[in-house]
């Protein structure tokens, strides 16, 4: 692909900032479409708190890319979509891969060496080292902001003026989200406050857990004994909103605080009892427009992931829960997304500036790097004249993109505070497939059912992955 020249005779360069995960694919994408490219990173002219190198694509906490089972997992099929389109992260992952049963996991050294390489070494990208500190000048005419959760406090001011949220340099405060079919309907039931049906409802939008008192009281003094998550010291003096704290600091200030918060229990009848009133009673909102998801309301967390696991399921009704997406508490900094920005990730307010990777509201490794490899497939097609083309929904690519563009109910609390919140890719985002028959006519039940839904659900994604490549895989970046 040939890129178009300017007005001033020259082919209009794409600027990507970050050389992150995200930034890194963008620009490799850019670049392999025949567009030239300036990668801005600021390392190692200015460090953050967590990088130790200058090197791109630097990974700075696990070094898993986790599941690579692209049949029956979200992720390995993220992976294996990924691969298709031609992706430098994946290439340079599977090069330094590393014994890890079914997950990819990679040298660190190795992996970020080999990016760092395939990128300078690129004809058409050019690195400029330094820190873009403000919002890119006019001349620049078409702008990828990659910068990851620990952007630069002068960056993410100047794109907090721009955008009007304020929620940028305070606690992501996560909830865990659970997946509807793991729910048990028959001690929970569907029923808002009050049978208050609110802008779109029909009196029956939350799903509702009940507890009596005994159940409680356990559930209070599993919460206040919990293993919780230790801040780094950088991230200790950013505060929490006060309008979404986590579930067992609100225990901490006092046993009774949930249940006149998000557990109490006024307004509701429970209709597998209705003689007795629940002492307290755990609410799931509809996390997503397909109704696969259902978020724990108010239920936003510092506990570990084992902890959350063990003391959730201590909810009636959520014994056997399946968590789409554990609570989490840690420094971010991501957009409300599906106020901000459209449906190729450009930022309404200034449409020659997309945004890419964990800062659009996406959680993990490979999350980031697709939406790095999305952008920079949006971008040059613009400046090659011709329309971005969306992935199907029926995809992982498409899936994800979706939710943080719209798929996700962005509803408000009173309080004032968003909901929307970063994910992993998980089936729970994909619009539901048809699970075809056993030849053998048995009908399939639990896991086997299960399984077969997501190979299902692969098969029709790759399908469809290809018909939008429009062509033949293309050969992975060596």
Same mark, same amino acid.
Request: aromatic share 6%.
């Given at each position: 692909?040939?890129?178009?020249?300017?007005?001033?005779?020259?082919?209009?360069?794409?600027?990507?900032?970050?050389?992150?995960?995200?930034?890194?694919? &963008?620009?490799?994408?850019?670049?392999?479409?025949?567009?030239?490219?300036?990668?801005?990173?600021? *390392?190692?002219?200015?460090?953050?708190?967590?990088?130790?190198?200058?090197?791109?694509?630097?990974?700075?906490?696990?070094?898993?890319?986790?599941?690579?089972?692209?049949?029956?997992?979200?992720?390995?099929?993220?992976?294996?979509?990924?691969?298709?389109?031609?992706?430098? $992260?994946? &290439? &340079?992952?599977?090069?330094?891969?590393?014994?890890?049963?079914?997950?990819?996991?990679?040298?660190?050294?190795?992996?970020?060496?080999?990016?760092?390489?395939?990128?300078?070494?690129?004809?058409?990208?050019?690195?400029?080292?330094?820190?873009?500190?403000?919002?890119?000048?006019?001349?620049?005419?078409?702008? $990828?902001?990659?910068?990851?959760?620990?952007?630069?406090?002068?960056?993410?001011?100047?794109?907090?003026?721009?955008?009007?949220?304020?929620?940028?340099?305070?606690?992501?405060?996560?909830?865990?989200?659970?997946?509807?079919?793991?729910?048990?309907?028959?001690?929970?039931?569907?029923?808002?406050?009050?049978?208050?049906?609110?802008?779109?409802?029909?009196?029956?939008?939350?799903?509702?857990?009940?507890?009596?008192?005994?159940?409680?009281?356990?559930?209070?003094?599993?919460?206040?004994?919990?293993?919780? @998550?230790?801040?780094?010291?950088?991230?200790?003096?950013?505060?929490?909103?006060?309008?979404?704290?986590?579930?067992?600091?609100?225990?901490?200030?006092?046993?009774?605080?949930?249940?006149?918060?998000?557990?109490?229990?006024?307004?509701?009848?429970?209709?597998?009892?209705?003689?007795?009133?629940?002492?307290?009673?755990?609410?799931?909102?509809?996390?997503?427009?397909?109704?696969?998801?259902?978020?724990?309301?108010?239920?936003? @967390?510092?506990?570990?992931?084992?902890?959350?696991?063990?003391?959730?399921?201590?909810?009636?009704?959520?014994?056997?829960?399946?968590?789409?997406?554990?609570?989490?508490?840690?420094?971010?900094?991501?957009?409300?997304?599906?106020?901000?920005?459209?449906?190729?990730?450009?930022?309404?307010?200034?449409?020659?500036?997309?945004?890419?990777?964990?800062? @659009?509201?996406?959680?993990?490794?490979?999350?980031?790097?697709?939406?790095?490899?999305?952008?920079?497939?949006?971008?040059? &097609?613009?400046?090659?004249?011709?329309?971005?083309?969306?992935?199907?929904?029926?995809?992982?690519?498409?899936?994800?993109?979706?939710?943080?563009?719209?798929?996700?109910?962005?509803?408000?609390?009173?309080?004032?505070?968003?909901?929307?919140?970063?994910?992993?890719?998980?089936?729970?985002?994909?619009?539901?497939?048809?699970?075809?028959?056993?030849?053998?006519?048995? *009908?399939?039940?639990?896991?086997?059912?299960? *399984?077969?839904?997501?190979?299902?659900?692969?098969?029709?994604?790759?399908?469809?992955?290809?018909?939008?490549?429009? *062509?033949?895989?293309?050969?992975?970046?060596?």
């Amino acid at each position: 692909m040939i890129a178009r020249a300017g007005a001033n005779g020259l082919m209009n360069k794409i600027h990507v900032i970050g050389g992150g995960l995200a930034g890194s694919e &963008a620009a490799w994408q850019i670049a392999q479409a025949g567009v030239s490219v300036i990668l801005h990173e600021m *390392r190692p002219d200015r460090m953050t708190e967590a990088h130790k190198t200058g090197g791109f694509a630097e990974l700075v906490c696990s070094n898993s890319f986790r599941s690579d089972d692209a049949e029956t997992n979200a992720v390995g099929l993220l992976h294996e979509e990924m691969r298709r389109a031609n992706s430098l $992260i994946m &290439a &340079a992952g599977d090069a330094h891969k590393l014994p890890a049963g079914g997950a990819l996991a990679v040298d660190r050294d190795g992996f970020s060496d080999h990016v760092t390489e395939k990128l300078k070494s690129h004809p058409l990208i050019e690195v400029s080292c330094g820190e873009v500190s403000e919002i890119p000048p006019t001349d620049w005419l078409s702008v $990828i902001i990659a910068t990851g959760p620990l952007t630069s406090p002068a960056l993410g001011n100047a794109v907090q003026k721009l955008t009007g949220e304020d929620e940028l340099a305070f606690f992501d405060a996560i909830a865990p989200i659970i997946h509807k079919d793991s729910i048990d309907m028959d001690t929970c039931w569907f029923q808002s406050r009050y049978d208050k049906p609110g802008p779109g409802g029909t009196g029956a939008d939350y799903i509702n857990c009940p507890m009596n008192e005994e159940q409680y009281n356990a559930f209070i003094d599993a919460l206040l004994a919990g293993d919780k @998550t230790v801040f780094h010291d950088w991230e200790k003096d950013t505060p929490y909103f006060e309008g979404c704290l986590p579930i067992e600091v609100m225990a901490e200030r006092g046993r009774e605080t949930p249940r006149h918060g998000p557990m109490k229990p006024v307004g509701l009848t429970n209709p597998h009892d209705p003689e007795n009133k629940p002492h307290a009673i755990v609410q799931l909102r509809q996390d997503n427009a397909l109704a696969t998801l259902w978020n724990m309301v108010g239920f936003q @967390t510092k506990l570990k992931y084992g902890a959350q696991s063990d003391i959730f399921r201590m909810i009636p009704g959520l014994e056997k829960a399946v968590f789409a997406r554990l609570g989490g508490l840690h420094r971010n900094t991501f957009l409300n997304s599906p106020k901000v920005l459209d449906g190729t990730l450009r930022l309404k307010a200034d449409p020659r500036l997309r945004f890419a990777g964990q800062i @659009t509201g996406v959680e993990g490794y490979i999350e980031s790097a697709t939406i790095g490899l999305l952008t920079g497939r949006f971008a040059a &097609a613009e400046t090659l004249g011709q329309n971005p083309s969306l992935p199907p929904a029926t995809t992982a690519m498409g899936a994800l993109i979706n939710h943080i563009t719209g798929g996700h109910l962005a509803h408000e609390e009173a309080s004032g505070s968003r909901s929307f919140q970063p994910m992993n890719v998980n089936f729970g985002l994909f619009p539901p497939v048809d699970v075809p028959n056993p030849t053998n006519g048995k *009908r399939l039940r639990g896991k086997e059912k299960g *399984r077969a839904r997501k190979r299902a659900l692969s098969a029709r994604a790759l399908a469809d992955f290809d018909g939008w490549l429009g *062509r033949p895989a293309q050969a992975a970046a060596e």
